[in-house]
């Protein structure tokens, strides 16, 4: 393994022409996880992505619908009444899935945060 060049007090090498090499070091900061904190973490990301995929889904259902029932005029009683359910059903899947979405990014905040204060070791790289 070949070993790195040592590096000046000024952190910076210039060669003979135009180019200068300034070296910055680096902080890395590594967490020890357990299983179960892992699996935490991995859980609640897909909770998280999955119900934001469905938030997208029945919102845009229920626009469709609003402006479809906003725009065309002479509905049949029945044809009006099924796009109004419809419209309501996806408003409160809408509202449900937002609400979802929501608590699985406060749990996910607070996990990471959690994790974050039990288990760090720092490395600083580059010196």
């Keep these: 393994m070949a070993t790195p060049p040592s590096i000046p007090a000024s952190g910076q090498i210039t060669s003979g022409g135009s180019v200068t090499v300034t070296i910055n070091p680096t902080n890395i900061e590594m967490y020890c996880l357990t299983e179960d904190q892992l699996e935490t973490v991995a859980s609640v990301n897909v909770v998280t992505a999955v119900s934001l995929a469905f938030l997208g889904i029945c919102f845009g259902a229920w626009l469709t619908v ?5 725009s065309v005029n002479g509905l049949q ?3 009006k009444a099924t796009f109004v359910a419809l419209q309501w059903g996806s408003g409160c899947l809408t509202i449900f899935f937002l609400v979802v979405f929501v608590v699985g990014l406060i749990k996910s905040v607070l996990g990471l945060r959690k994790i974050k204060r039990t288990g760090k070791a720092k490395v600083v790289a580059g010196q």
């Design 66 to 70: 609003y402006v479809t029932l906003a």
């Design 77 to 79: 009683d029945l044809t």
